[in-house]
């Protein structure tokens, strides 16, 4: 049998596919590692087992399908009916059998990439509504899944860090994070500064700013996703801080 194939002939968009699917891949390969009883154990999210991180990731999945049905049909469809909801939905799935929570994550995956791969050309471009109430082309849910599955992978915390991540992934992290900090106001005086890689990047609040915050690219958006500290150094006013302050908040 030949492999049906995406509808979409955009090249940006297919790549952006290739790093959802190489995400979920990816998160699905650390989850398979894990023992049943391991799932039991912490992420590294507070308040979150393992389970959580999973059955949050799969109810994720279906969340995104049903933006891409709206942009198929025209038929509102909201990822979550309410944040209780969503959070309700994700205990509930904590408690499955291990099994159960697998089939889970692995059917939400298999159904969302069909439903990405059947949406007609013309589609990609409807607009469709965030979790934050953002509205969006439905090209964007490639990009909200690919955060999800490469950052979550990392909370399972079993070995994936921030530097598995591929660069191209990591520096819209960072690009979205400090874009987010400043739409909101957060940043103010903060530099970050992305050192070792030619060009070096930098975001935030240039000359002026009292802190900044530099390392490698993965440990910085390791440090702006709040998830530590230890692979960037800071300084404020040109002195370095023993301390590195914690990001602003994220989501
Ligand atoms: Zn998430």
Known sequence: MVARQDRTTDP????????????????????????????????LLP???????T??????????????????????????ASTEIRDHEINFGATLPANALRHLFDHSAVHLNVEWRD???????????????????????VWMRTREVWTHAVDLDNGATFADIPAAVLERLVRDITGAWQARGTDTGLLVRVTGQQPELEFGSGPDAQLVVSGPLAGVARWATGRGTDAVTATRNGAALDVVPAAPKWI
């Open 12 to 43: 940006e968009l297919l790549e952006a596919l290739l790093q959802a699917r190489r995400g979920t891949a990816f998160f699905a390969r650390k989850l398979n590692e894990l023992s049943d009883d391991e799932l039991d154990g912490p992420s």
């Open 55 to 80: 059955a949050h990731v799969g109810y994720n999945a279906r969340a995104i399908a049903r933006l891409i049905e709206w942009a198929a049909t025209g038929v509102e469809t909201p990822m979550y």
């Open 119 to 141: 949406l007609p050309a013309d589609s990609w471009h409807h607009k469709v509504k965030t979790a934050q109430g953002r509205i969006v082309p439905a090209g964007e849910t």
């Open 47 to 53: 308040g979150w087992s393992r389970r959580h991180v």
